[in-house]
C-alpha cells in the first residue's frame, strides 16, 4: 500500500512540474532575411550579420561595416550600443564599434601580455570585455585599455558553449553547469545543464534552448519553467525586457512572455 502511495505522490508531482509552463502571447511577425541575428532594442533597430558583414537597420536606414582582413565574425554583442562587439575567433581579436558603426578600438590578443587564446567574448562595464581563455579555462574581466585582467574566476571543467552578460552580472554556460557571476569575480549561481545550447540575458533574467524546447530563468527565484512556443522553427531566440523573439531563417516571429 505504501508502495502504491509513494507511486501516487510521485506521478502527481511530475504532473504538477509538467503543467508548470510560461504561456507566449503572439505580437506579431515580419519577414527577415539573415545569417544571424545580434539584437533588438525596443525602438525597433536589428542589428545583424550576412556574409561576414554587420548591419545596423533602423526604420530609417541601414549601415554596415565589415573587415575582410579579419575574415568571418564569430560572435557580437550589441548590449552596448555604443561599444559593439565583434568576435573573429580565428584571428583571436574584436573589434569595438560605436553607435555609427565607426571602429573605435581593436583588442589583438595574439599579443597580450601573456598571451590569451580567447573562444568567447562579452560585453563588460566601462572599458572591460568578459573573455574566456581556453587556454587556463577560466573566465576573466579583461580591461582592453589598460590590458590587465581584473577578475578571473577559478577553472571550470567543460567545454563553454554560450557566454552573455549585462553591467552587473556574467552567465556562463558549459556542457555540465550554467554559472552566475558578478563584476567582482564571486560565484553567485551554479546549476546542472540539463540540455541547455544558448543562452539570452535581459534585466537578469534569462531565457534558454534546448533541443526540444525554450526555458525562462527567473532571476528572483532561480526556478527553471518551461516556455510554451508554437511549433517553430527555433533557429535562433532573443529576450529583450519581456519580448522573446523568435527567428526561424525566413520569419522573426515577437511574442510577449506571460510571466505573471
Known sequence: MMKWLKYIFLLFSVTAVSQNTIDLSFVKKSPLSVSVISGIDNFGTIYYTNNNAF?????????????IQLGAITSTNTFNPLKINLFYKDFNTVIILDNRLAEIFK??????????????????????LWIFNQDLQKLELYDYKSKTTRV?????????????????????????????????????????????????????NVVLS?????????????????????????????????TLYIYDSKVLHEFQLKTK
Open 107 to 128: 583588442i589583438d590578443f595574439n599579443n597580450t601580455e601573456p598571451y590569451k587564446n580567447v573562444s568567447h567574448i562579452s560585453t563588460g562595464n566601462d572599458n572591460t
Open 152 to 204: 578571473a574566476t577559478i577553472p571550470v571543467t567543460s567545454n563553454v558553449l554560450d557566454l552573455k552578460s549585462d553591467y552587473n552580472f556574467c552567465w556562463l554556460l558549459t556542457e555540465k553547469f550554467l554559472y552566475k557571476y558578478n563584476y567582482f569575480g564571486s560565484l553567485l549561481m551554479k546549476t546542472p545543464n540539463s540540455g541547455y545550447t544558448a543562452i539570452s540575458v535581459s534585466n537578469e
Open 55 to 67: 548591419y545596423k537597420k533602423t526604420p530609417e536606414k541601414t549601415t554596415s561595416y565589415s573587415n
Open 210 to 242: 534546448s533541443d526540444i524546447s525554450l526555458y525562462y530563468l527567473d532571476k528572483k527565484s532561480e526556478k527553471m519553467t518551461t516556455i510554451k512556443t508554437p511549433e517553430l522553427l527555433i533557429k535562433q531566440f532573443l529576450l529583450n525586457n519581456e
